[in-house]
DNA sequence: TGATGATCATAA
DNA sequence: TTATGATCATCA
């Protein structure tokens, strides 16, 4: 067995790759596919979502778009202790901070990515080495209306607190499912934002990220 | 001990 | 520099 080399055609298609790998470790995986299994995370922090993007075939690279765009889908991996709670929020996008006139929640990229996510939990235990940490059945997901009614008062609230120049108003205890952090290789890393006076200040790259509580409520709904 | 704020690696 | 893949590590 080994990682395709094409994109997957048909969702139906991704989903029996996932399965392919379904219950296989994380060092096995690394094997097959020729890559290198890091001791820890510390310094590797994406390299199990990167190891399941090359099993099911996502093209690497970073763009600001869904990992298989053909099919509309974005891929996530998850890191889940035994009793598949989320060990980490996730990560969604980057938050602009220049807001672009007449973007809504139904055209925001926080919904385009989560329309239709196929969820890959991960033993996420630190005490298990990283290189036997199995891979959970993935599965699809949408946004129930419930859900999306949500995400979609989060993202209004949050984007309205840039809109106004307040981002350094803005805390990650802010928002019941979605919330925004800083996403940055550094604190020194520094990028354009308004303040409340329409002034340019320079600020902390910033991202969007499901809370535990929310991916946790969407996982337990799949395992019972 | 869980969540917030900070950080690590890589690509283009 | 922006954005992807995220987890780390400190502190309330």
Redesign the pocket.
């Known amino acids: 067995m080994q990682p395709p080399d094409t994109a997957p055609a048909t969702p139906e298609e991704l989903l029996a790759r996932s399965y392919r790998i379904a219950g296989l470790s994380l060092g096995e995986l690394a094997e097959l596919a020729h890559v290198a299994i890091p001791e820890?995370?510390?310094?590797?922090?994406?390299w199990?979502?990167?190891l399941?993007?090359k099993w099911l075939g996502a093209t690497?690279?970073?763009?600001?778009?869904q990992?298989f765009p053909e099919l509309g889908v974005?891929?996530?991996?998850?890191?889940i202790d035994g009793n598949f709670t989320p060990?980490?929020?996730?990560?969604v996008?980057?938050a602009?901070l220049i807001s672009k006139p007449g973007t809504t929640w139904q055209t925001s990229?926080v919904r385009n990515?989560l329309q239709q996510v196929l969820w890959?939990p991960?033993e996420?235990d630190?005490a298990i080495p990283l290189a036997q940490r199995r891979v959970a059945t993935a599965f699809f997901w949408q946004p129930d209306a419930r859900e999306d009614a949500i995400l979609q008062k989060d993202w209004e609230e949050l984007t309205e607190m840039i809109v106004l120049g307040e981002v350094e108003k803005i805390?990650?205890?802010l928002g019941q499912a979605l919330?925004i952090?800083?996403?940055?290789?550094?604190?020194?890393?520094?990028?354009?934002a308004f303040d409340a006076d329409g002034q340019k200040i320079k600020t902390?790259?910033r991202?969007f990220?499901l809370?535990?509580?929310f991916t946790g409520a969407v996982l337990h709904r799949h395992f019972t």
């Open positions: 820890n995370l510390q310094r590797h922090k994406g199990s979502g990167m399941i993007e690497a690279g970073s763009k600001p778009q990992d974005e891929l996530k991996t998850i890191p060990l980490e929020t996730t990560y996008c980057y602009p990229n990515k890959v991960l996420g630190r805390t990650a205890r919330h952090r800083p996403k940055a290789a550094s604190g020194n890393v520094l990028t354009d902390r790259p991202g990220y809370r535990t509580s």
